[in-house]
Structure formats: C-alpha cells, structure tokens
C-alpha cells in the first residue's frame, strides 16, 4: 500500500509577511532535499481534496469563521483583533482563508485516505497548526488543521485518534478542542509553559469529563538535550499510547526543538528527533496497523533544521532510509540564500556544540516532572483502563 506526501505548490501561499519568522520556502527546501535523494516518488505525490466551509464548523465557530474571511478580503473589523487576527503573531495577509484552508484540506485529505486504508500513512508538512482554537487565531496559526483532521477520523470512520506533538511548543489548541472527548488524547512534549509561549501545557492539564486523564503533557527544562528528551518520551508515550489503545496516530512534528531554533531554547539534534520519530512508527505498527498521518509544525532555522527534521520525518513514515550525506548540489543551491553554512551531514555532530552548563540539573528536573506526571495519570488509567 502507499505513503503519501501531500502536495501542491499552493501550499506554500501561507507566508504571514514577509519578515515573519514563519517561512513556506522550508517546504520547498525539504520537498527539493527528498527528491535529489530519490526519497520521494511520483506516485507519492498525493493531490489534495478541498473541505468544505461545513467540516471547517466542525471546529471553528461560524462568527469566526465569518471573521477571517472578511479581513482576508481587505474589509475592516475592529473586532479582529480580539479574535487574535492582525497581531504581531498572527498578521492579516489577502487570500488568507483561502491559503489555510488548503493547508487544513490536505491533513483532512491525509486523514481521510489512512482511515479508509487507501493509503497506508501519509504526511502534510505544510500541516501542523496546533494553537488555533475554536474563535481564535494564536501563534502563527488561524485554523487547526490538527483539529480538523482528528475530528474527520472520529466522525466519519469512528476511530479513537492518539495525537502526538513534538512541537518546542505545548499544542494548546489541539488539547484544549478535544479537552473533555474521549475518542482522543493529546500527548504533548514541549519547553515548559513558565518559559515559553503558550503558558500552558502543565502536568496537571488532564483532560475532563469523559477526556479525564486523556491529556498528557511533559513541559521540559529549557536547554533539555537528546538524552533526556529520548528518556522522557520513552518513560511516557508508549506507555500513554499502550494505555489508550488508539485506531490511529497523528504526530505534530514541529522542528523547533532542534538547538539552532531561534524561538524556543530546547536544545535537541536530529538525531533525537529521528528517534522519536521512529519510536512513533513502531508504536503505530504495535497499536495500529501501522495507520499514522505526520504534520509539520513550527521550525523557524528554515535552512539548516527544518528540511533535515521533515526528510527524516518522511523516510521514517514511509520506511525509507535517510543517508547519513547530504547531496552537494542541494547544499549549493540552497546556499546562495541562506544567511547560515548548510549543513553537510543528515544528523549533528553534537561534540563540535558547546557543552551546555547545568545539564545533570536539567535532567534531574525532567526525570522528576515525569515522575510526578506518571504518579497522577496512572491512578486515573488504572480506573479508565482497568
Ligand atoms: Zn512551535
């Protein structure tokens, strides 16, 4: 059966300004990475079927909705702002709803194809939205196409959907739409909230009602380095995923948490990164099938990490194995316009980086937040579960 990678070159028209640190040109950086490896294949190629304005009510509220579609036209509301749009953050840009839609269409389009078997996994990595909330625009995001896509696969085909993020950035948005459903939980990995933005993504973030105990979140210590971040996700998300029993994954696969990222402080490889990845993968063979769709996410060092992190993304979903080389031609194409040295080597050489102070208390932090993590959850597991 088929990995597909979907694609349109429209899906690059999501470019907030221009000097917005949200840069589309790492779509093409990673798509031009995968194909001079031979990584990626015609067929694989999947088009992109357009959602309607009502699955976009699925999750959006019809008032904001009504919003963005105004302001995207040029009219002026002086509500906007208290709906999150026109912020630093989240700048007004023509087309907008137009642009976000199509995003949101292809991880609907993912989903839908893995969940009907026609595809066995697929990736999005224009996807990956995951602060949008229901009436509001937040952190680069207006609509969540996470959301959209987790709430296709329970509506349409009944599946329970485990969502993983690994985003420098909790994944607020997703959590807090499905925060009381039971058919989901959100597992969270992410700099601490008492550094970063959001603010949010605490242990004690659970979820309620019929969602209790179905949100798990593992804020880290800023500057966490691949040990332990490889410790913490193995200590929590198998066991979470083992728990929850889900029809499909969907990972969020946010490349800022990688130690070049300018807007986060984690300090993580590629390595690291890959691994995560691959440990998803075989938790989706263990629990699923195999039935994962992958995002993008955040990744805003555009030419030295993004294209790294999402090619070893898409040859881990789509069993394919990365060199350890990087082609020359692609580093000299791409060098021209980056402001940094490409990098020769898929992975870091983590002895060339300076060694970071404070890391055994780094890590003695993170090993206790999980600690205390487990030791609330598993009670609550231990009645949902049995
Ligand atoms: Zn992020």
Do not use: C
């Given at each position: 059966m088929a990995y597909g990678f979907l694609y349109d070159p429209?899906?690059?028209?999501?470019?907030?300004?221009?000097?917005?640190?949200?840069?589309?040109?790492r779509l093409e950086l990673t798509r031009s990475l995968l194909s001079e490896l031979v990584l990626l294949k015609d067929a694989q190629l999947t088009a992109i079927e357009t959602i309607d304005e009502a699955s976009l009510a699925g999750v959006h509220q019809k008032r904001y909705i009504d919003m963005?579609?105004?302001?995207?036209?040029g009219q002026t509301r002086a509500e906007a702002y208290s709906y999150g749009l026109g912020t630093g953050d989240n700048p007004i840009f023509p087309k907008m709803h137009e642009a976000i839609m199509g995003i949101c269409s292809a991880t609907?389009?993912?989903?839908?194809?893995?969940?009907?078997?026609?595809?066995?996994?697929?990736?999005?990595?224009?996807?990956?939205?995951h602060h949008a909330l229901a009436d509001k625009a937040s952190g680069f995001c207006v609509y969540n196409d996470l959301a959209l896509g987790i709430e296709h696969a329970v509506k349409h085909y009944g599946l329970r959907v485990a969502y993983v993020d690994l985003d420098a950035h909790h994944g607020d948005g997703v959590q807090w739409l499905f925060y009381d459903r039971a058919e989901v939980?959100?597992?969270?990995?992410?700099?601490?909230?008492?550094?970063?933005?959001?603010?949010?993504?605490?242990?004690?973030?659970?979820?309620?009602?019929?969602g209790r105990g179905l949100s798990v979140n593992v804020p880290l210590e800023p500057f966490s380095e691949d040990d332990s971040f490889v410790e913490c996700f193995e200590a929590v998300v198998p066991l979470?995923?083992?728990?929850?029993?889900?029809?499909?994954?969907?990972?969020?696969?946010?490349?800022?948490?990688?130690?070049?990222?300018?807007l986060a402080d984690l300090a993580l490889s590629t390595r690291a990164m890959a691994k995560s990845y691959q440990r998803i993968s075989e938790l989706a063979d263990e629990l699923c099938d195999g039935k994962l769709v992958a995002t993008g996410g955040g990744g805003?060092?555009?030419?030295?990490?993004?294209?790294?992190?999402?090619?070893?993304?898409?040859?881990?979903?789509?069993?394919?194995?990365?060199?350890?080389?990087?082609?020359?031609?692609?580093?000299?194409?791409?060098?021209?316009?980056?402001?940094?040295?490409?990098?020769?080597?898929?992975?870091?050489?983590?002895?060339?980086?300076?060694?970071?102070?404070?890391r055994p208390q780094i890590e003695a932090q993170n090993r206790a937040t999980v600690k205390r993590l487990l030791a609330t959850l598993e009670p609550i597991w231990r009645e949902r579960f049995g």
């Open positions: 429209a899906l690059g028209s999501f470019e907030l300004s221009e000097s917005h640190p949200f840069k589309p040109i963005v579609k105004a302001v995207s036209q609907v389009t993912a989903v839908d194809k893995v969940a009907s078997g026609e595809l066995k996994r697929a990736v999005n990595l224009a996807g990956g939205l939980m959100t597992i969270s990995l992410h700099e601490s909230g008492r550094y970063l933005f959001p603010g949010t993504g605490y242990t004690y973030e659970l979820g309620r009602h019929d979470a995923l083992r728990r929850f029993k889900p029809d499909l994954i969907v990972l969020q696969a946010g490349a800022d948490m990688h130690r070049y990222d300018p805003y060092d555009p030419y030295r990490t993004v294209p790294r992190a999402w090619a070893l993304l898409w040859a881990t979903v789509s069993r394919q194995q990365m060199p350890e080389l990087l082609p020359e031609s692609w580093r000299q194409r791409w060098q021209a316009q980056s402001p940094e040295t490409m990098p020769e080597q898929t992975f870091d050489d983590v002895s060339s980086w300076k060694e970071i102070p404070r």
